[in-house]
Every structure is written in structure tokens, then in C-alpha cells.
């Protein structure tokens, strides 16, 4: 997910959430998540605001710029937030609870759609004038609370494995890794050569935050483990859990992955690979782009997330546009997403931002998977990959996630021990 298209993505129906479902409420004391906001009669034409991520691409300015030249009297202002994804969501709610309406349209982390709705935070979309059908499937499901919909797919996400192709070949690694133990035996090679001296195996995104969500979860789904049974009860004090949690507690403890990444969100992982200082990166595909116009540009390539004994399970991330249903002239809001979640934006996102499209047939486009070499790499992500829970208290399961699983890797507890307390807190999530 891209916390800079935000970041950090979880695509079976696992969830996260200890007993969580989509028909749950909000907490006890919260009396305004009892229910789905009304349809609204989407009145009003004027200015707007769209709140999102800080764009390090630029692509988004210029599609709102595209809007703007159409549109002069609904012009569109930019207003972006914090590229931590946390701060982000921390944002948009108090921009809600207070009733607010400086945020227009809202560009949600996709795990978040279920949240705002039953919150009624957001309106109710009409399906029926946006074209779903001609989207991946895993990709509209983000959008739904209690079968309706509350926000239009802008983005689709799933983790890739970039690696330092020139140097594998070099060292003599003829494809690349599918196990986590074929990775480090590719670092042993490669960190032999003069050219990479100094560099390091592996990072993903380890810092406190929703990256780590995403990047334990995919550990442990990688190893066999869920963090929930099919039935929706927390399962993580078992082996193959311990298995993935003990790669990423491993990997910081033999210096597979450096010790400076306990401090990586999305971007400073990518900085780090395109400074030379990583062999192996998970991040985003919004990565692409950037990191072939840097120095690591013509030298690297992807391949799906490496597991413990064969190819490992992505997070699925991307982002959802909504309405906030305590704006203004949602009239020209409405019109607004449909430009902004169409076919030619999503065009226009793939090819200036790297941005994964929800629209399926830009995955089988043979000149644009000639451009962009990831495309079948990435479609096969999406459509396999663990999907985090569409939940209204989703904020807790992250937050329990994120302080077990932290603690293991700094150390401060045994995998053992990270797993059982956070089985414990799970479980004490309500179930409604």
C-alpha cells in the first residue's frame, strides 16, 4: 500500500480482526457507527477539496489540473496530508468527528472504506454510474460496507519484490528468489562483488506504523500461518505463524536486513534502494517509476514476494476515493470522482506514477506490459494476495499488531512470547 500512494496493502478472505465482520458496529460508546448513512441527493456545484496522501509523483496535481481547466468555477484544491499513513487516518477523523467540511473527497486507504461507513463518515455512492464491472473484482470488494458502496477504487496495490537484477546475474543468480532462504543465499553470492560492497540484503517497511501490519502479516502468510482461522478467530500463537514472525526477528538479528530499517516507512526503503544500499526491497509498485529515473534506473526488475518454501502472499493495498458526508457541493464532488476513478486517469496513474490500476484490461494491454514490465507480476499479486479486514475497529487490530510484532523485532520480546500476548489482545476485541 502506498503510503505515498500509501502506502502499505492481504487478498484471501483471512481477516485480521478477532471476530470482526462487516455487519460489527463501532465501540460501545460510539453511538453514531450503529448504522449506513442515508443516500444523499448530491446537490450543491462549487469548489472543492481533495484530501490525500502527500504525492512525491505529481501525477495527482496533474489530474486535478486536467479537472481544473474543464471546470473553473468547481475548481478542485489539492490538500495533502501526512505521507504516514496513521497520521493520515488520524486526520480525516477528526476532520469528521468535528463535522467538518474543509475535506471534499477523500482518498482512503482501501482497508479503511468499511470504517468510514459505518461511522457514516462517508456517503453512499450509486453504483450504478461508476463501471465496476470492468475492474478486478478483490479491488471493488474494498469499496463495500454491507453490500453498498461507499467509494470508487482510484488504485489498486500489492507488494512487489524489487531486486538488483544486474547484480544477481553478476554473481551468477540466474532468476530470482521464490524462498527467503534462496534470497539470502543470492545476498551471500552478490555481496561477495566489489560493486556491492557495503550494501545489504533486505528490507521491507519495520517502522511502528501500518507498514508493519502489512509486512508482518505478510510474513506469516508467507509461512503457511493467518493471523485469524477461516472462521475469524485469531490464530497466530501457532508454528507457522512463529515461522514468519522468526524470518523478519532472524533477518534483523544476522543483519539480512539492516538495523536502520526499524526506521522504514515506504519511502525511506525506496531511497535506500536507489542509493545502492539494498539488494532485495518490498515496497510498492509506485516504486517503479521513481526508481527508473534514479541510479538503480535500467539495473533492477520485480518478482512476487519470496516465502518460506515457495512464492510468499502479498497485502492487498490501493486506494479508495469517497465523499465526506459533511461536505459541500457534493453535486460537483460526485462528478469529480467519476473523473478522477475513470479509465483515462487510471491510464494516466499507471504510466506517471507507477500506480496499480483497478481497470483489468491495463494488466493485459500488451504495449503498456511491454512499458511496464511489472503489469503481470502485479495483476497476479492482486488477485492472490491477503486482504486486510473491511472492519469498522480496524484501527485496533493494526495497533495490537503493530506493538507485538515490534517488540519481537527490537528484541524486546521472543517471537514466542509477541505472538501469545498478541493472540491474548485479539481475542479481546469485541466481536460486534
Not at 192 to 197: F, S, T, V
Not at 386 to 409: F, H, K, N, T, W
Request: proline letters at 5%; a neutral charge.
Amino acid at each position: 500500500m502506498n503510503a505515498t500512494t500509501s502506502r502499505v496493502l492481504q487478498r484471501s478472505a483471512v481477516l485480521i480482526a478477532a471476530g470482526l465482520v462487516l455487519t460489527a458496529c463501532g465501540s460501545s460508546d460510539d453511538s453514531s457507527s450503529s448504522g449506513e448513512s442515508k443516500s444523499p441527493s448530491f446537490s450543491g456545484r462549487g469548489p472543492i477539496t481533495f484530501a490525500a496522501a502527500k504525492d512525491s509523483s505529481g501525477v495527482v496535481q496533474k489530474v486535478i489540473d486536467g479537472w481544473n481547466k474543464q471546470h473553473p468555477k468547481e475548481k478542485v484544491t489539492f490538500v495533502q496530508l501526512p505521507s504516514d499513513v496513521n497520521q493520515q487516518r488520524q486526520q480525516m477523523i477528526q476532520n469528521a468527528e468535528t463535522k467538518s467540511d474543509a475535506y471534499t473527497v477523500l482518498s482512503l486507504d482501501a482497508v479503511w472504506t468499511s470504517e468510514f461507513a459505518a461511522h457514516q463518515w462517508i456517503d453512499q455512492l450509486p453504483a450504478a454510474q461508476f463501471p465496476l464491472d470492468q475492474m478486478l473484482k478483490p479491488v471493488v470488494e474494498t469499496t463495500k460496507y454491507r453490500d453498498n458502496l461507499y467509494a470508487v477504487p482510484q488504485s489498486s496495490d500489492g507488494g512487489l519484490l524489487y531486486y538488483r537484477a544486474d547484480l544477481l546475474k553478476q554473481a551468477g543468480v540466474s532468476a530470482a528468489p521464490t524462498t527467503w532462504a534462496q534470497m539470502q543465499a543470492a545476498c551471500a553470492k552478490v555481496e561477495k562483488l566489489p560493486e556491492a560492497k557495503d550494501m545489504s540484503c533486505y528490507a521491507g517497511q519495520f517502522q511502528k506504523y501500518e507498514g508493519l501490519t502489512v509486512n508482518f502479516s505478510e510474513a506469516v502468510n508467507s509461512a503457511g500461518g493467518v493471523v485469524t482461522d477461516a472462521s475469524g478467530k485469531p490464530d497466530v500463537d501457532t508454528s507457522a505463524a512463529k515461522k514468519g514472525l522468526d524470518f523478519l526477528v532472524d533477518s534483523f538479528r544476522d543483519g539480512t536486513i539492516p538495523k536502520e530499517a526499524i526506521t522504514y516507512q515506504e519511502e525511506e526503503g525506496r531511497q535506500a534502494f536507489q542509493s545502492g544500499k539494498l539488494i532485495f526491497l518490498r515496497n510498492w509498485p509506485y516504486v517503479y517509476s521513481l526508481a527508473e529515473k534514479s541510479k538503480v534506473g535500467g539495473k533492477f526488475a520485480v518478482a512476487p514476494l519470496p516465502g518460506l518454501t515457495g512464492v510468499g502472499s502479498s497485502t492487498l493495498g490501493g486506494h479508495n476515493v469517497a465523499l465526506s458526508s459533511f461536505a459541500k457541493n457534493k453535486a460537483t464532488a460526485l462528478d469529480f470522482i467519476k473523473y478522477f476513478t475513470d479509465h483515462d486517469s487510471a491510464t494516466t496513474f499507471l504510466k506517471e506514477g507507477s500506480a496499480a490500476p483497478p481497470y483489468a484490461d491495463l494488466y493485459d494491454d500488451q504495449a503498456l506490459a511491454k512499458q511496464y514490465p511489472y503489469l503481470p507480476v502485479l495483476k497476479k499479486s492482486i488477485l492472490n494476495a491477503v486482504p486486510r479486514p473491511r472492519v469498522v475497529q480496524y484501527g485496533d487490530v493494526s495497533s495490537a499488531i503493530q506493538q507485538e510484532a515490534y517488540a519481537a523485532l527490537n528484541g524486546d520480546k521472543s517471537s514466542t512470547q509477541a505472538l501469545k500476548d498478541l493472540q491474548e489482545a485479539l481475542q479481546k476485541l469485541p466481536a460486534q
